[in-house]
């Protein structure tokens, strides 16, 4: 116990999150300090591509375990199925409408990928291993979820835009294409190929993360102070209640697979997380009458740090218990 | 020089629907069209600014110079991507000197 | 489609002072508006471009549709605002097609 | 607040043309426009985007405001400038309030 | 002399200055290199982040030397002192308006925080140390010198838009917050948080600094060509004596709270330094009727290479001699 | 033989391929992955700079080895009489208008920097040095092509607009001055200048040609897409065999002047590629008549993946076969 708390404290001083803080305090504050957008998305182009090579890297060294495709399953069964829980929670506890609730719970189904990447940092900071291939499994994860939110409002009668091109647009959304073809590269080169660039990808990762987390603080700070009326009681207490409920879900299937520590807590990170990146993009073309400030506040504003935070360290703290060390 | 009368329209529109936007404005003939970045701005839905946003977020302003007879085929292909969306429609009369582009 | 008249009011003004002209249109009941970023100029205070800049330097341009009765009260903040700085105010005639909204 | 009539002049045209056109404009007695950066377009030439170019490719939008007395000398200088390139070019009327300044 | 002399062209053909000259020649020569805004932005945040965030790990390590306090308290004196002594000298020397001269005024009151980069890296390639949070002094430097700029004006009849959040925009400026947020989180997280990110900060950081000043020579050469009228004679002249005297009270100060040789000759380099992104920014607000273009081409076109090129090694050759190696 | 296979093999395998492929798949699938204007230029000044103050450096370890200026007068009489064999095999394989033909055979006089730095790359890999100074000779072959075609077309009554500062744009071209400026500082601060910066210029740059390559494929397959009609036939054939024809003339250039194994390699890159930044823009001032969408998709989708895929190996093995190793 008195190590979790240790940890929590440990994760919370380090320099990600508080660059985290430091952007979300820069923009409660109204301060100008911004990033461009042309930086911000060179950034995310960066840390998608790091941590795909880096994975499929790591499937070349050790191997497949053999759970390669059992993971890839469960995690799409995770995609599509967290909508429903989301959805019925929403249902009961606020006055969301059927298409606000359905987009709020697509964002919950699908994955964030930065959420991801900051727990691999934590568990690489504590020494402990995870399957390579997770980072395929965060991929498979981004899409299914939408698809259960727009069975979900069709079924409630609700209009979609099922336009000719939205599936391939959600498939071969960049951030997926980025993620699974560096994840294939690194597969493909190895070892070899991560020294050829190692000093590009490994090296400075950890310093672009925290600039890349002060400017999601100050997205997100941005959207808190725009949103503040909109996103409380109700609604509030989902963004805190439902990445433990996601959690619970990747837990079981990460023991179901028999992944290691590392990899279950993985598995219940990018459960417990949410979208804030392909999701809204697909939710605003197909879903143009859901209310994007619900989503993108709750997903950035409120479960992303709590993610971060205090998630991360006790969704390892729970996995260690429950798994063994 | 001679002037030839022309409409010049501008659907101001979120980043994600801009290729329907222009697949649509194809489909109704009109082959022309200028895209200008938009950094921020406000309407019924709230205020908005592109900064250190990362995805596909964010709006588009879309130009279109048409001769006048085909401004409804324009209007009928854009309202019907437009309508349910976020974003504003709006058209001037101007005048353009090589008409035989448009 | 029936179109309705409006005014389409284009403020290019210096960054700088973006949020105060948006805060002074806001407070003149003006709602809706547009910014578009602008790569460089010339005007009576010489020749500038934003490349290479870090500061806030540069202009933007602010568009306002608006109805025309709604015109002269956007004037007046638009121009408590830009008075004393440099940039540009125009105002042309267009036609919008969902009158509600502005 | 008293307006002026003026003329928009709109001027699409290649990056690499810019700094020929604004030096024609400037040859004209035009001193005063404002570029816009352009992310894309489609027409007689096809489509094209800004994402991901290097070079100095691309469109860019040219904005003069001028008294009306004053178009056919820019129109003259513009099309020396735009008559062989891609590009389009057109004329809106508009209102000014501080006249002096065009 | 013969050491400092050396010295001197060792500085000189440093790539960092060379890069500067680069700039500078391909923009009078007019070729069309140019850094789009968004990295130069995106570069200009990379410094001032590892900058602030080295010199809190500094003052983690070392402890604070008891001088902080007094350290910034000077900083604040100077920065409002100086525009005084700069207005004066300005009505003295030149034509220039109240207004304008104010306004050039503030711009030497307040600090150039890549001149103050250059000079730590010269001290770092010299082996001189200094205090770590002499960024927090920078900090701190940057506003009062618009206070008192204003004060000037109002007191000569000149009309000052004090609009409510001016103050909320100066203090509250991108570039001070991320310098002191950095500088708070290097404290903070101390050579631990150093250890994590420093292949992003420190490696990378002298190369990044290269293509800034090259940029920045390009802005600046863009500016001397379009502003050749304007700053001549006793504007230049200004340009050229300011950072003299400017250097000459920081020196002052340095012996009086007894900084290090190091920190003796960043606080000269502060104090001689003239600002050309947040004082700018705040001129055009408050005093709109000032012309930009004499501030921002002394400051950049005139002051910033004479410090980069002459006054970094003569303010340490004079520092030495005066405080002892 | 088999070397040479295993060689290509492994070439087609590496990272920097991989990404361009990846790239390419992505645009041709019509997946919305882009790389933001910014970046992209970002990337390539970055590029430019590392490689042309590599360059320099190596000039200042190595000396000049006595061939620098015969290299150069090469390099330019290369660019030069190039586009006279490529613009009669064009005017003899293919139905392209003068104009058309001409501003082809531009491109392939001029050079790509990218084929030259992943040429370099393969040589660094292979442990096979070269003349440090070929980067000059790159910036030396990137203009000359030009003045060629602009005389051919007057020479066939095409209207040429030479406009006043024509030739300031070609020879002062942003790209052109960072080359030979970062050369020169290479050359002035030498090994010393680089280790200074050498954390920032070396380590990382495969890492970024890497993504830089990913963003050159998303370009080269938008471009293939959209001009899948023009380009075919005849226009497909010259693409692929322009060259091996210009491989041809470097390896004699290279053999006259005796470079170095890898300087023969890299002289036959420079001849083999054709140039998809500065000559499209040139073109498009001089030669507006002329359809820009040929030349690009014959330089960037057609040249420059044969280059960088079956190209390089094959120049190696050529050059290994008849300068000896
Ligand atoms: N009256 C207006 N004038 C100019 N732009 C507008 C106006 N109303 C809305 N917009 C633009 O359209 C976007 C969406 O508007 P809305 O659908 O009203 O939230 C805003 O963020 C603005 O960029
Ligand atoms: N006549 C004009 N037409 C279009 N834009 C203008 C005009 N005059 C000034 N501007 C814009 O306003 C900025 C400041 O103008 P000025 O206050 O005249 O220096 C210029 O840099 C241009 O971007
Ligand atoms: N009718 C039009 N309306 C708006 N922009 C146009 C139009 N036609 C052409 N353009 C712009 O001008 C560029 C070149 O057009 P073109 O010369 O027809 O290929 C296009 O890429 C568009 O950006
Ligand atoms: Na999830
Ligand atoms: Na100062
Ligand atoms: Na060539």
Redesign the interface.
Known sequence: MQDILALALDNLLSPIILCFVLGLAAALARSDLAFPEAVAKGMSLYLLFAIGFKGGVAVASNGMSGQLGLSLLFGVILSALIPFVAFAILRAMTKLSVTDAAAVAAHYGSISIVTFVAASSVLEAQGITFEGYMVAVAAAMEAPAILSALWLISRKGGGVDQGGHLWREILLNGSIVLLVGAFLIGWITGPEGKAEIDAFITAPFKGVLCLFLLDMGLVAGRGLRQARGEVRGGVLAFGLLMPLIGAGFGLAAAALIGLSLGGAVLMMVLSASASYIAVPAAMRVALPDANPAISLTLALGITFPFNLTIGIPLYLAVATAILGG | ?E?HA?K?V?I?I?A??E??L?EAL?GAGV?????????????????W?????????????VVC?IRPERL?GL??AA?GVVE???G???????????AE?F
């Not at chain 2, 082959?31 to 205020?47: D, I, N, Q």
């Not at chain 2, 504003?88 to 090589?98: A, E, G, K, M, W």
Request: glycine fraction near 12%; aromatic fraction near 4%; proline fraction near 2%.
């Open positions: 020089m002037m022309a010049r501008e101001i979120e994600v629907m290729t329907r222009t194809r082959s022309g069209y200028t895209v200008l970045p938009v950094m921020g701005g406000a309407g019924r839905s709230g205020e600014s592109r900064e250190g946003q990362i995805g596909r977020s964010g709006m588009v302003a110079l409804d209007l009928k309202f349910r969306h976020i504003v429609v709006s058209i001037s009369d101007t005048q353009v000197v090589r582009r």
